[in-house]
């Protein structure tokens, strides 16, 4: 399984972005797709995941503002990200999981977003 993770950049304090998850592979195994997101000097904390069976989850931090979607018939998983803070600057991992759980078994390399004014 390989994740191409892209779509981060600079964005003003209250602006959007999308990030885009791009699958290949043996994807027939994956059944969760995960966003994870690591700030300097923090641990790497999961942000949203969405199954196969379509069970969607959200951290705390990011509810209302953040939408995971899928579209199967490109393989691509998004994360829609609005009303972005200065404290969702972190580099953003896709990652891809053999159980319909939070756990990770591959990723993907990380796409910086930076949310400064």
């Known amino acids: 399984v390989q994740l191409q993770a892209s779509g981060g950049g600079l964005v003003q304090p209250g602006g959007s972005l999308r990030l885009s998850c791009a699958a290949s592979?043996?994807?027939?195994?994956?059944?969760?797709i995960l966003w994870y997101r690591q700030a300097p000097g923090k641990q790497r904390d999961l942000v949203a995941g969405i199954t196969t069976g379509g069970k969607i989850n959200y951290a705390d931090s990011v509810k209302g503002r953040f939408t995971i979607s899928r579209d199967n018939a490109k393989n691509m998983v998004y994360l829609q990200m609005s009303s972005l803070k200065p404290e969702d600057t972190a580099v953003y991992y896709c990652?891809?999981?053999?159980?319909?759980?939070?756990?990770?078994?591959?990723w993907g390399q990380g796409t910086q977003v930076t949310v400064s004014s």
């Open positions: 592979g043996n994807i027939f195994i994956i059944k969760a």
């Open positions: 990652a891809a999981g053999l159980r319909a759980t939070t756990t990770a078994d591959y």
